[in-house]
Nanobody, 116 residues
Framework: QVQLVESGGGLVQAGGSLGLSCAAS????????MAWYRQAPGKERELVAG???????NYADSVKGRFTISRDNAKGTMALRMNSLKPEDTAVYYC??????????WGQGTQVTVSS
C-alpha cells in the first residue's frame, strides 16, 4: 500500500512559477509510474505529466515547455515545476502512483490558482 501527499499549491499571478511536491510512503519501491493530473471546476481530470521509474517523461501539449516533472525513486518523491503559469492552469493538482502490481493510488490534491 502507498500513501501520497501533495504540497506546494497556492495562488500565483499569471506568468509566475510554482512548484508542487508529492511524497509517497509505504511500499515506495513497488511504484512504477507516477504522474500529475489536474481537475478544473466543471471539467474532467486530465493528465498533466507522467514519469516512469527509469525517468522517461511525457507531457500534455498544453504544458510542454512550461512544466517539468521529476522524481527521486530512493526518497519516493515526485515534483512538478510550473513556469509561465496561465489562468487556465488553475485546477486541483493530484499525484498518482501506479505500482508494478497495477494498483493505483491518488493523493488528496492541492489547489493551484493563477490570477490574470
Amino acid at each position: 500500500q502507498v500513501q501520497l501527499v501533495e504540497s506546494g499549491g497556492g495562488l500565483v499571478q499569471a506568468g509566475g512559477s510554482l512548484g508542487l511536491s508529492c511524497a509517497a510512503s509505504g511500499s515506495i519501491f513497488g511504484i512504477n509510474d507516477m504522474a500529475w493530473y489536474r481537475q478544473a471546476p466543471g471539467k474532467e481530470r486530465e493528465l498533466v505529466a507522467g514519469i516512469t521509474r527509469s525517468g522517461s517523461t511525457n507531457y500534455a501539449d498544453s504544458v510542454k515547455g512550461r512544466f517539468t516533472i521529476s522524481r527521486d525513486n530512493a526518497k519516493g518523491t515526485m515534483a512538478l515545476r510550473m513556469n509561465s503559469l496561465k489562468p487556465e492552469d488553475t485546477a486541483v493538482y493530484y499525484c498518482k502512483a501506479v505500482l508494478y502490481s497495477l494498483l493505483t493510488y491518488w493523493g488528496q490534491g492541492t489547489q493551484v490558482t493563477v490570477s490574470s
